[in-house]
């Protein structure tokens, strides 16, 4: 089992930053993939960014170049540092593991492949 417990969510306004964490815990077998997904309200979840276990990060277009997915040394904390953030940032921000390795960069807009999924941090962003 891994338990994810989101934080670092908030409102700024457009043209801010934040950095979301994502503490891990339980089984490290069970994250060997990790990603952040949002979803807004009335729409489904969409995958954001993606980290493999060799720390290789993907990312979906709408935010290259704005955002930073990273882990810490030991991966027990994941990240997404988020710069230059716009209205349609909003979202409830979701930290995901997946156990498996296979297939993690494809799965950035799977999010029926995760395993293991925390309680989400809101981010709102005002223009």
């Known amino acids: 089992q891994v338990q994810l417990v989101e934080s670092g969510g908030g409102s700024v306004q457009a043209g801010g930053s934040l950095r979301l964490s994502c503490a891990a815990s339980g089984s490290t077998t069970g994250r060997n993939c990790m990603a952040w997904f949002r979803q807004a309200p009335g729409k489904e979840r969409e995958g954001v960014a993606i980290?493999?276990?060799?720390?290789?990060?993907t990312y979906v277009d709408s935010v290259k170049g704005r955002f930073t997915i990273s882990q810490d040394g030991a991966k027990n904390t994941l990240y997404l540092q988020m710069d230059s953030l716009k209205p349609e940032d909003t979202a409830m921000y979701y930290c995901?593991?997946?156990?498996?390795?296979?297939?993690?960069?494809?799965?950035?807009?799977?999010?029926?492949?995760?395993?293991?999924w925390g309680q989400g941090t809101q981010v709102t962003i005002s223009s």
């Open positions: 980290i493999n276990s060799a720390g290789s990060p």
């Open positions: 995901a593991a997946k156990r498996l390795e296979i297939l993690c960069t494809a799965s950035i807009q799977r999010p029926e492949r995760f395993d293991y």
